[in-house]
């Protein structure tokens, strides 16, 4: 089984691991904004973050173990993981609490945040220089999460400053596009669909396998929930309108 350097398993645990760390800071403030109370938020970004962590951990328990490194005959447990994970999420995003906290006034900016993260994505072009994966897949995957990344902050400070709803859609259509080509691509090539050297058989294991199966579903459910909550700003309410995130673009990202 591929061993890749020690910076490169940094790199991509740390990543992903910063991806779930702030989207459990991003669910505890809009818990406060949405009136939960300081016990609640806490509670909720408590559980986010024993749900993110298990998985992480299980994951890569999978990975080591060699089961995302099978062909699609004997069993697509990639495939099944991200799409498994991305189910969870959704069904767990339309729990009351969590609606209410994805939903509060003033989230819409404060749900891309965990997207600067995804500069992480410049791992896919580490491994592509020293000739561990395709073009063809390391490319459009590092290349369009650094991005995403870029782009963040940028819609961010749009959104805060007024309705923000062109910047919003933009951002989470390129996300969503960057993460379905990479995830197509990396599959076609990982489980040799199509006929390519080198093959981009390492994101089957360890440490790259817990970017698709753990990292991108979780940003996935990101964009999904960031296009369907209101970016009016006049919408925020009296109490969060004089918080300093409310009006600060920087304290929206980092709050």
């Known amino acids: 089984m591929y061993d890749p350097p020690g910076y490169l398993w940094a790199i991509t645990i740390v990543g ?10 991003v669910l ?4 406060e904004r949405a009136g939960l109370g300081r016990r609640r938020a806490g509670l909720l970004a408590g559980g986010a973050a024993v749900i993110f962590g298990g998985w992480l951990a299980a994951s890569a328990v999978i990975a080591d173990r060699g089961w995302y490194d099978r062909t699609l005959a004997q069993g697509p447990w990639l495939p099944v993981a991200v799409a498994g ?3 969870v999420l959704l069904a767990l995003s339309r729990i009351p609490a969590v609606k209410r906290a994805l939903t509060a006034p003033g989230m819409a900016s404060r749900l891309l945040s965990p997207h600067l993260f995804r500069v992480e994505g410049v791992v896919f072009l580490i491994y592509l220089a020293i000739g561990h994966l395709p073009a063809l897949f390391a490319l459009p995957a590092g290349l369009g999460d650094l991005a995403t990344a870029v782009a963040a902050p940028l819609a961010a400070r749009r959104i805060a400053r007024g309705p923000g709803r062109r910047a919003a859609l933009w951002f989470n259509v390129f996300g969503l596009t960057d993460m379905v080509t990479a995830l197509t691509l990396g599959g076609l090539t990982a489980f040799g669909l199509l006929h390519i050297t080198p093959t ?3 994101i089957l294991g360890l440490p790259l396998a817990v ?5 991108v579903p979780l940003l996935f459910a990101l964009h999904i929930k960031s296009l369907a909550t209101p970016t009016r700003s006049s919408r925020l309410a009296p109490s969060a309108a004089g918080s300093p995130a409310a009006g600060d673009p920087a304290g929206a990202l980092m709050a």
Do not use: D, E, K, N
């Open 16 to 25: 992903v691991a910063a991806i779930a760390a702030s989207t459990c800071v």
């Open 85 to 87: 994970f991305l189910g």
């Open 200 to 202: 981009s058989a390492p």
């Open 211 to 215: 970017v698709p199966t753990v990292g």
């Open 28 to 31: 505890y403030a809009g818990a």
